[in-house]
T-cell receptor, first 110, second 117 residues
Framework: RKEVEQDPGPFNVPEGATVAFNCTYS??????FFWYRQDCRKEPKLLMS???SGNEDGRFTAQLNRASQYISLLIRDSKLSDSATYLC???????????FGDGTTLTVKP | DGGITQSPKYLFRKEGQNVTLSCEQN?????MYWYRQDPGQGLRLIYY???????QKGDIAEGYSVSREKKESFPLTVTSAQKNPTAFYLC????????????????FGEGSRLTVL
């Protein structure tokens, strides 16, 4: 079993749709969590950090459930420019390691 | 501008050759990382270094070597022992995490694409 697992997708949605991505992690010692966005053949870039209290940045909402070891990302009112691969990351700060999921690919269509 | 610079962007290698990928950062981060990404997959950790003159193996270190002689630099050598080296290689550094240790946000270079001919 992989340490961080994501919905494989792909997700194909129309503009304006709401889409949710799920991620689970198996290392209960993980301390920090992030969502990264990766465009085709480019490096990943931080989308948002994920906190237990949940956090929102415009159309994006991230949630962490430590009891269930579950992370989610919600994108509202999808734009064509949201098309990308979204990577879930769990980090074990004491060991200095970040573990990535395989990513979920989103395509937003007109 | 602060950031991470990787070179070369594209590299072709013949079987049996060692190649070295450069990674330089001017973010004053202590921790640096090398990841490998294959098509349709996530990033897998090769090596990481939390401080100068110290580094640890990641999940897929076999066939790779690193050095960390300066805070700014973390070169990766892909040796001939790496059986399937064709991949996208990403170098990153991290800001301090929530607990004050390493591995907060990761900052990536633009990557190096290695192709073995």
């Amino acid at each position: 079993r992989k340490e961080v697992e994501q919905d494989p997708g792909p997700f194909n949605v129309p503009e304006g749709a709401t889409v949710a991505f799920n991620c689970t992690y198996s290392n209960s010692a993980s301390q920090s969590f992030f969502w990264y966005r990766q465009d085709c053949r480019k490096e990943p870039k931080l989308l948002m950090s994920v906190y237990s209290s949940g956090n929102e940045d415009g159309r994006f909402t991230a949630q962490l459930n430590r009891a269930s070891q579950y992370i989610s990302l919600l994108i509202r009112d999808s734009k064509l420019s949201d098309s990308a691969t979204y990577l879930c990351v769990a980090t074990y700060t004491n060991a200095g390691k970040s573990t990535f999921g395989d990513g979920t690919t989103l395509t937003v269509k007109p | 501008d602060g950031g991470i610079t990787q070179s070369p962007k594209y590299l072709f290698r013949k079987e049996g050759q060692n190649v070295t990928l450069s990674c330089e950062q001017n973010l004053n981060h202590d921790a640096m990382y090398w990841y490998r990404q294959d098509p349709g997959q996530g990033l897998r950790l090769i090596y990481y270094s939390q401080i100068v003159n110290d580094f640890q193996k990641g999940d897929i270190a076999e066939g790779y070597s690193v050095s960390r002689e300066k805070k700014e630099s973390f070169p990766l050598t892909v040796t001939s022992a790496q059986k399937n080296p064709t991949a996208f290689y990403l170098c990153a550094s991290s800001s301090p995490g929530l607990a004050g240790g390493q591995t907060g946000e990761l900052f990536f270079g633009e990557g190096s694409r290695l192709t073995v001919l």
